[in-house]
């Protein structure tokens, strides 16, 4: 095989592997957001950073692209958010008193089971890359 040849072979493998892997994370993406809609966070919460709640208001909770931003890097960040999706957060400890309109996440134990929680959060943090 000549040099020319390997190279169009290097180049179609690769464009293969892209596509199969935006192929799954596209999968992933829908699985996460149908997750998402059947847990009912998607009641207090917006992705993109920019969206608006009732009445044009900011929504309820925060955009989870703040989240991811917010929390980029932080060693213990998939635990603490999964800590807070299952069990709320405190109205006296008000973090994102700028970009919500609540005051409070009440706890999700009832509507998530932990395993589903830390898979929602992962793609949440993913959202920054």
């Not at 009445?55 to 929390?71: D, I, N, Q, T």
């Not at 960040?77 to 400890?93: C, D, E, H, I, Q």
Request: glycine share 8%; with cysteine; proline share 5%.
């Amino acid at each position: 095989m000549n040099s020319m040849n390997a190279l169009r072979l290097s180049l179609s493998v690769a464009a293969l592997l892209a596509a199969g892997s935006a192929a799954a994370d596209a999968k992933a993406d829908d699985a996460a957001r149908q997750l998402a809609t059947r847990s009912g966070c998607f009641i207090c919460h917006a992705i993109e950073l920019d969206a608006k709640g009732p009445e044009g208001l900011k929504p309820v909770g925060p955009p989870w692209k703040a989240v991811a931003a917010r929390y980029k890097g932080a060693k213990d960040a998939r635990k603490n958010l999964t800590t807070a999706v299952m069990g709320g957060t405190s109205p006296y400890n008000r973090h994102w008193k700028d970009e919500s309109s609540g005051i409070a996440m009440p706890p999700n134990g009832v509507a998530i089971s932990e395993a589903d929680a830390a898979k929602l959060v992962d793609w949440i943090l993913g959202l920054q890359k």
